[in-house]
């Protein structure tokens, strides 16, 4: 069974740092594209990066380029999300997102249940 | 980036009855090269992350009721839920994996008339 469970969110000034794990397990970890996905009530789901298999690609939003940086460790069967220079606009619900394939252009197919990040000072 | 727009906002349908949520997207999401739309449908109910139901716009995923059926290829797409059940009732959302930002509509809320 997939499981997917992200850990590290919390309560951080704006200017603020956070890194967020996913540890996955009932897959072979290293053979699938991962992402992060954030949830607003106002601005509903939003994609926030994600990793191929191998972490050979990565890609970001525009939002979080340059302030976010997506990684895994294979071997530890865990995918992170360091977030630098936080700010209020990045409060929401985190989620750890398994694709179908090693291709970050595979569909989601399964998701954690999320962890809370807010920015407030 | 690729604008995704759903509708309607939100349906109210009889149990038994037929719901049918519409996406679009701003450019195609059909990738020639493999015949593939990139277009994917979830399921959210309160509380829960989302679910995936329908993958390659028609491809429905394992353990998910034939009830719900995916259709469209380039710009629009379709979800149908053929008989609503209870269950059923939750927000959808479709998302486009073509190209990145992977970009998701704002959500149709489906509830019980």
């Known amino acids: 069974e997939v499981q997917l469970v992200e850990s590290g969110g919390g309560l951080v000034q704006p200017g603020g740092s956070l890194r967020l794990s996913c540890a996955a397990s009932?897959?072979?970890?290293?053979?699938?594209?991962m992402s992060w996905i954030r949830q607003t009530p106002g601005k509903g789901l939003e994609w926030v990066s994600a990793?191929?298999?191998?972490?050979?690609?990565?890609y970001y939003a525009d939002s979080v380029k340059g302030r976010f940086t997506i990684s895994r460790d294979n071997s530890e069967n865990t995918l992170y999300l360091q977030m630098n220079s936080l700010r209020a606009e990045d409060t929401a619900l985190y989620y750890c997102?398994?694709?179908?394939?090693?291709?970050?252009?595979?569909?989601?197919?399964?998701w954690g249940q999320g962890t809370l990040v807010t920015v407030s000072s | 980036d690729i604008v995704m727009t759903q509708s309607p906002d939100s349906l109210a349908v009889s149990l038994g009855e037929r719901a049918t949520i519409n996406c679009k997207s701003s450019?195609?999401?059909?990738?020639?090269?493999?015949?593939?739309?990139?277009l994917a449908w979830f399921q959210q109910k309160p509380g829960q992350p989302p679910k995936l139901l329908i993958y390659?716009?028609?491809t429905r995923e394992s353990g998910v009721p034939d009830r719900f059926s995916g259709s469209g290829s380039g710009t629009d797409f379709t979800l149908t839920i053929s008989s609503l059940q209870a269950e059923d009732v939750a927000v959808y959302y479709c998302?486009?994996?073509?190209?990145?930002?992977?970009?998701f509509g704002p959500g149709t809320k489906v509830d019980i008339k």
């Open positions: 990793i191929s298999g191998s972490a050979g690609s990565t």
């Open positions: 997102a398994k694709s179908a394939g090693n291709s970050c252009y595979s569909p989601v197919d399964y």
């Open positions: 390659w716009a028609s």
């Open positions: 009932g897959f072979t970890f290293s053979s699938y594209a």
């Open positions: 450019q195609t999401v059909l990738y020639s090269s493999n015949n593939k739309n990139y």
């Open positions: 998302q486009q994996h073509y190209s990145t930002p992977f970009t």
